[in-house]
């Protein structure tokens, strides 16, 4: 799951079927009882089924009843995203293989010195998107997580609605 290459069709239903098979929805459903979302959820995922940060929250995006989103990138381009179905469809402020929005925590961290930061950040959701005027969420506030791979170059940023 550290290949960040997500387009042969192949690998991504091989992907899905592991993480089916190794993170059955039965159990991360207990994940939502008993802790408040963020990153350590996710880690906490990770280390109980021994799969990567990645797989985690892949699959963790998949099952959710909450709105999640996250974006993978690697030196300031987004590489890929995933979004669950509760997740607003608002076109977003950048495209995959280009730069992210400045103003994300994720893109801070790339183009500013020390904006390395790894607790949860409150965003305004038009920093990474268009939010729809008539929609209730466009004035709501959105959280934002990252997890700095730096191992294999990349980040996870997690976003969610408050």
Known sequence: MTDLN??????????????????????????????KFSLDKIKAISESFQVSLLAATIRYCQ??????????????????????EHFPKWPFR????????PTTVAGEFFTKPDSRFSSIEEVNPDDWFFPFLNDYRA????????????????????LWFK
């Not at 387009?7 to 207990?30: Q, R, V």
């Not at 099952?63 to 669950?84: A, D, L, P, Q």
């Not at 950048?94 to 929005?101: A, R, S």
């Not at 004035?139 to 997690?158: H, P, T, W």
Request: glycine share 4%.
């Open 6 to 35: 997500k387009s042969d069709p192949i690998e991504l239903e091989a992907d899905y079927f592991a993480s089916c098979l190794l993170m059955p929805y039965g159990k991360l459903y207990y994940f939502d009882q008993v802790k």
């Open 63 to 84: 099952t959710c009843i909450h709105e999640m989103m996250f974006v993978v990138s690697e030196n300031n381009i987004v590489k890929w995203y995933g979004r669950n």
């Open 94 to 101: 950048f495209k995959v293989y280009g730069t992210l929005p």
């Open 139 to 158: 004035n709501r506030k959105m959280n934002e997580q990252c997890f700095y791979a730096d191992n294999y170059g990349y980040v996870i940023s997690l």
